[in-house]
């Protein structure tokens, strides 16, 4: 079963610099989907950022970027410029190639990120 | 707006007495899910749907059921809740292809006493 940790509870950063959280994953699969969500004080869960693991090339979006390294199954999010409205819960996300059907998607720990203005 | 709405948002119930939190999407998905979100352990799945009176057990589906009867509704059963099913609950769902984002539901937080 494929498993997603994310080793730091809580992460704190000044506004304007830049942080990165960390996601390791273990996994059989060659293919497969890895995600950021934010879940800020609304626990609305937002898609940050996705990366599909056939592409070498790491996902951008905006002040949002990854780190992809297949080999050492690891994910980590790097956010620049960091702003106020970053604060939340961040959770990395796993989910299998699947042409149709099931696409369970398996969750790290969490990650509480607090901006310090 | 497409969206994916549940109720309700917020329920605070005792040992026993059965519950339903609904689930509803308005974008024609095929895919439905259920997961909860519990402090240090993130979100897990509890059951899945793959299509009308297509379900299947997720990770931690003990002490729950669902159906689907609609392609727009999937709503989640706690025939005899119990104090630790206190968690946040997330409907999520999408189209069945690889490729399609799953949409998430605002949540719905349950208290057992």
């Known amino acids: 079963a494929q498993t997603v940790t994310q080793s730091q509870p809580e992460m704190s950063v000044q506004e304007a610099e830049t942080v990165t959280l960390s996601c390791t994953y273990d996994?059989?699969?060659?293919?497969?989907?890895l995600f950021w969500y934010k879940q800020p004080p609304s626990r609305q869960m937002i898609l940050v950022i996705r990366q599909e693991a056939y592409k070498q090339q790491n996902a951008t979006e905006n002040r949002f970027s990854v780190n992809f390294q297949k080999a050492a199954k690891s994910f980590s999010l790097k956010i620049s410029d960091s702003q106020l409205g970053d604060a939340a819960m961040y959770f990395c996300a796993y989910r299998g190639y699947v042409i149709q059907g099931a696409q369970k998607l398996v969750f790290g720990q969490g990650t509480r990120l607090t901006i310090n203005p | 707006e497409a969206q994916v709405t549940q109720n309700p948002r917020y329920l605070i119930t005792v040992t026993g007495k059965k519950l339903t939190v609904t689930c509803s999407q308005n974008?024609?998905?095929?895919?439905m899910s259920w997961y909860r979100q519990d402090p240090g352990l993130g979100l897990r799945q509890i059951y899945y749907?793959?299509?009308?009176?297509?379900?299947d057990k997720g990770d931690v589906p003990e002490g729950y059921k669902v159906s689907r009867k609609e392609k727009r509704n999937f709503p989640l059963i706690l025939e005899s809740p119990s104090p630790n099913q206190t968690s946040l609950y997330f409907c999520?769902?999408?189209?069945?292809?690889?490729?399609?984002?799953?949409?998430f539901g605002p949540g719905t937080r349950l208290t057992v006493l």
């Open positions: 996994t059989s699969e060659s293919d497969y989907y």
């Open positions: 999520a769902s999408s189209l069945s292809h690889r490729l399609n984002e799953q949409f």
């Open positions: 749907s793959m299509n009308v009176e297509v379900t």
């Open positions: 974008m024609n998905h095929e895919y």
